[in-house]
């Protein structure tokens, strides 16, 4: 299913753009004649709304579930490494690497969640001084979902 930006719709130019558009199509509808189905009617209307919104907004992405997930594989395959060296030699240098590496990928990876929840607060703080009512809920719900239970 197609999901629009509709967040561009509060950008004048955009919202202007997507309004002359439809427009135009409801004009050209205005031509059409009365005797033609009403099912066929329906769709062409509904399918030239869809283009014109896909024309003026453009689809908006997925939402990513941990924002802050991003360029760490690095830790992660340093982690792997280190774990498949201890189960083929599992010696105590093996195991106290492979403890070491643990906690270095914890602590970045904790790392990047505070910084990312922090600048989360920091955007809540800002959509509340500015009255951006809506913005400033949608972020708390996002925050519920990523905060840890």
Known sequence: MERFNLGKLNELEVRKQYQIKISDWFAALENLSYGEDIDRAWENIKENIRTSAKESLGLSELKQHKPWFHDECFFLAQ????????LQ???????????????????????????????????????????NIRDLYRGINDFKEVLPA
């Open 79 to 86: 982690r792997k490494q280190a774990k498949m060296q201890w």
């Open 89 to 131: 030699d599992p010696n105590k240098s093996n195991v106290g690497n492979l403890n070491n590496v643990r906690c270095e990928a914890s602590r970045h990876f904790r790392n990047k969640t505070k910084e990312y929840l922090k600048a989360k607060i920091d955007e809540l703080e800002t959509n509340n001084k500015i009255k």
